[in-house]
């Protein structure tokens, strides 16, 4: 499967950004997605993780109450919604896709397919 992410931008602290992460190639609901971010000189860190079908939903501490991870898959599209940004958002966000997720925390060697990375910068 091949990812596209889009959506990044820059936005003042307190606005948002919404995510878009679009599927071609295999069959998307067959498969659990994650987003991700990585900032300068740190580790790349899951944000978010959706299972195939949206029952199990993951989110890092951090972004509880401001980020909403949704897909539809008859649009092989999965979203990331973030609100009330923060300076400490910014970083590249990445989107991918795991054979099989399951709503557990999602380590990054469960994902198999990544997409290229969109810019989140938020200003304070």
């Known amino acids: 499967v091949q990812l596209q992410a889009s959506g990044g931008g820059l936005v003042q602290a307190g606005e948002s950004l919404r995510l878009s992460c679009a599927a071609s190639?295999?069959?998307?609901?067959?498969?659990?997605m994650g987003w991700f971010r990585q900032a300068p000189r740190k580790e790349r860190e899951p944000v978010a993780a959706i299972n195939w079908s949206g029952a199990k939903i993951y989110y890092q501490d951090s972004v509880k109450g401001r980020f909403t991870i949704s897909r539809d898959n008859a649009k092989k599209t999965v979203y990331l919604q973030m609100n009330i940004l923060k300076p400490e958002d910014t970083a590249v966000y990445y989107c991918a896709a795991a054979a099989y997720y399951s709503g557990n925390y999602p380590r990054k060697d469960y994902f198999g397919w990544w997409g290229q990375g969109t810019q989140v910068t938020v200003s304070s």
């Open positions: 190639g295999g069959t998307f609901s067959d498969y659990g």
